[in-house]
């Protein structure tokens, strides 16, 4: 008899599947209703935007093509944006692809990972999956203690993982703070600085990329076109580093794994500064009508600068999940992060917001 449990990667035999939120089309089948308000995996509520659209529709001619493997025409025009040579970029199937990489090309089983409490649990599973040592730092207020994670590093320390805002907990690490830690990590393990909600913030608390990646070659930086951009059903996302990194990185790159209409319409999107300056202020909007919503009722919540926000409603969280199910909004539950009294609420529309409010006037808590 075939003995799977043998035969499997011990890494792999003690990996949960990533949770995704809940999709709309599920709780369509399900519950046999329609108007249903997902505000469950941080996308962009406007739907697509409008350049991007227009590429899509453009580039559907070439699809019988294999993509540009390189991405060479998207990567020029990230090269352009920040200020870096197009060498120094790494394109992925989302920036999830893009991390998988590069735990691939640089972590073993003998090696450590450090990475925080709450963190993006990407990290967790990745760590895992290949079997090395997890080095999860408690948190501090729900974010990264820095000083912690620091002194948890050692020479067999691969990456530290940061995501700044962090997702789930929306925690934020002014940018001071962030490149003084950059600084004082050991020359021998790699920065990796998860970036997916950097949109959102104010000029003022963004780091200067270009200027932090000539003075630290281990550090590496990902973003992604899946929250702000809008694009996260076409799955693109990419790293930026040094170029001798990119080009390992590249050593383990599927060879086409960036689709055609992915590539153009996040070159696309690059272009479309409305588009992007509507959706962060949107957000901001309402991320204020839902925070009043949410102190008017009593509920806690962890003050975020993404696009989702984590409220605490007790120990009966999962219930109320299930309620706001069959009210027609889908919420994410965290309980897989270790934070069972909480949801996490993403941002949606006015009215998509108000559904979730109104719903939430109906549960008693
Ligand atoms: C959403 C998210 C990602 C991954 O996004 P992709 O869709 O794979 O590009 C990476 N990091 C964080 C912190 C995220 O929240």
């Given at each position: 008899?075939?003995?799977?449990?043998?035969?499997?990667?011990?890494?792999?035999?003690?990996?949960?599947?990533?949770?995704?939120?809940?999709?709309?089309?599920?709780?369509?089948?399900?519950?046999?209703?329609?108007?249903?308000?997902?505000?469950?995996?941080?996308?962009?509520?406007?739907?697509?935007?409008?350049?991007?659209?227009?590429?899509?529709?453009?580039?559907?001619?070439?699809?019988?093509?294999?993509?540009?493997?390189?991405?060479?025409d998207?990567?020029?025009?990230?090269?352009?944006?920040?200020?870096?040579?197009?060498?120094?970029?790494?394109?992925?199937?989302?920036?999830?692809?893009?991390?998988?990489?590069?735990?691939?090309?640089f972590?073993?089983?003998?090696?450590?990972?450090?990475?925080?409490?709450?963190?993006?649990?990407?990290?967790?599973?990745?760590?895992?999956?290949?079997?090395a040592?997890?080095?999860?730092?408690?948190?501090?207020?729900?974010?990264?203690?820095?000083?912690a994670?620091?002194?948890?590093?050692?020479?067999?320390?691969?990456?530290?993982?940061?995501?700044?805002?962090?997702?789930?907990?929306?925690?934020?690490i002014?940018?001071?703070?962030?490149?003084?830690?950059?600084?004082?990590?050991?020359?021998?393990?790699?920065?990796?600085?998860?970036?997916?909600y950097?949109?959102?913030l104010?000029?003022?608390?963004?780091?200067?990329?270009?200027?932090?990646?000539?003075?630290?070659?281990?550090?590496?930086?990902?973003?992604?076109?899946?929250?702000?951009?809008?694009?996260?059903g076409?799955?693109?996302?990419?790293?930026?580093?040094?170029?001798?990194?990119?080009?390992?990185?590249?050593?383990?790159?599927?060879?086409?794994?960036?689709?055609?209409?992915?590539?153009?319409?996040?070159?696309?999107?690059?272009?479309?500064?409305?588009?992007?300056?509507?959706?962060?202020?949107?957000?901001?909007?309402?991320?204020?009508?839902?925070?009043?919503?949410?102190?008017?009722?009593?509920?806690?919540?962890?003050?975020?600068?993404?696009?989702?926000?984590?409220?605490?409603?007790?120990?009966?969280?999962?219930?109320?999940?299930?309620?706001l199910?069959?009210?027609?909004?889908?919420?994410?539950?965290?309980?897989?992060?270790?934070?069972?009294?909480y949801?996490?609420?993403?941002?949606?529309?006015?009215?998509?917001?108000?559904?979730?409010?109104?719903?939430?006037?109906?549960?008693?808590?």
């Amino acid at each position: 008899m075939l003995n799977l449990d043998k035969l499997i990667n011990q890494g792999v035999a003690g990996l949960h599947p990533y949770q995704p939120g809940k999709p709309i089309e599920e709780l369509e089948r399900e519950l046999g209703i329609t108007n249903i308000v997902k505000l469950a995996s941080n996308e962009n509520p406007l739907g697509i935007g409008p350049r991007a659209k227009q590429a899509i529709k453009s580039a559907i001619e070439d699809l019988t093509r294999y993509p540009d493997g390189s991405g060479h025409d998207l990567k020029q025009a990230l090269a352009q944006q920040h200020g870096l040579g197009s060498d120094q970029f790494t394109l992925g199937n989302g920036s999830n692809e893009v991390l998988e990489m590069i735990f691939r090309t640089f972590v073993g089983s003998g090696d450590n990972v450090v990475y925080s409490q709450y963190a993006f649990i990407v990290y967790k599973l990745l760590t895992q999956g290949i079997g090395a040592e997890h080095r999860e730092i408690p948190a501090q207020s729900y974010g990264h203690d820095l000083e912690a994670m620091l002194a948890a590093i050692d020479v067999n320390t691969k990456l530290v993982c940061v995501a700044n805002p962090n997702n789930p907990t929306g925690t934020f690490i002014e940018p001071q703070v962030m490149a003084g830690f950059i600084a004082a990590v050991p020359k021998q393990t790699l920065i990796v600085l998860d970036e997916a909600y950097t949109e959102y913030l104010a000029a003022s608390e963004r780091l200067d990329i270009a200027q932090l990646l000539n003075k630290h070659d281990n550090l590496i930086v990902c973003r992604t076109f899946s929250k702000a951009y809008g694009l996260a059903g076409l799955r693109i996302g990419y790293a930026m580093s040094s170029q001798p990194i990119s080009s390992m990185l590249n050593r383990v790159r599927e060879p086409f794994n960036n689709n055609t209409l992915a590539l153009v319409a996040a070159e696309a999107s690059l272009q479309d500064e409305s588009y992007l300056q509507t959706s962060v202020r949107l957000n901001a909007e309402q991320m204020q009508l839902l925070e009043m919503f949410l102190q008017q009722k009593g509920i806690e919540y962890i003050p975020s600068k993404g696009n989702f926000i984590c409220i605490k409603v007790g120990p009966q969280a999962n219930d109320i999940y299930q309620q706001l199910l069959k009210l027609g909004v889908i919420v994410r539950p965290v309980a897989g992060y270790g934070l069972a009294d909480y949801l996490r609420v993403s941002i949606g529309t006015e009215s998509e917001n108000r559904t979730f409010m109104d719903a939430m006037n109906l549960i008693k808590l």
